[in-house]
Nanobody, 124 residues
Framework: DVQLVESGGGSVQVGGSLRLSCVASGDTMARYCMGWFRQIPDKEREGVAKSNSDGHTSYADDVRGRATISQDNARNSLTLQMNSLKPEDTAMYYC???????????????????WGQGTQVTVS
């Protein structure tokens, strides 16, 4: 099984940037769909960005153009660069892996069965 650990959260001003990192252990990230999700209290967890080992990426509408997901299979790491941050980006951000990856683009928010502990991002 893969274990995921996020880092890089914190407090940032509106319009600022933040880079979140996720390091995987126990298995190679290349075998999984990888994604960043976020959640605020009393709301459902939502997908932010997803990638696969072939470099295909997808983004939620409200972050497209402001976010970049990068998957480094050699280093078993996943990053999320977010720019032009807004107060509504405030959330707990989670790195996640979907073991059902079959080589196709990772488009669905479902099926992610491994999760990190989360890292808080606060924009004000």
């Amino acid at each position: 099984d893969v274990q995921l650990v996020e880092s890089g959260g914190g407090s940032v001003q509106v319009g600022g940037s933040l880079r979140l990192s996720c390091v995987a252990s126990g298995d190679t990230m290349a075998r999984y769909c990888m994604g960043w999700f976020r959640q605020i209290p009393d709301k459902e967890r939502e997908g932010v960005a997803k990638s696969n080992s072939d470099g295909h990426t997808s983004y939620a509408d409200d972050v497209r153009g402001r976010a970049t997901i990068s998957q480094d299979n050699a280093r078993n790491s996943l990053t999320l660069q977010m720019n032009s941050l807004k107060p509504e980006d405030t959330a707990m951000y989670y790195c996640a892996a979907d073991s059902g990856y079959s080589g196709s683009p990772c488009l669905s928010n479902r099926g992610y069965n491994y999760w990190g502990q989360g890292t808080q991002v606060t924009v004000s």
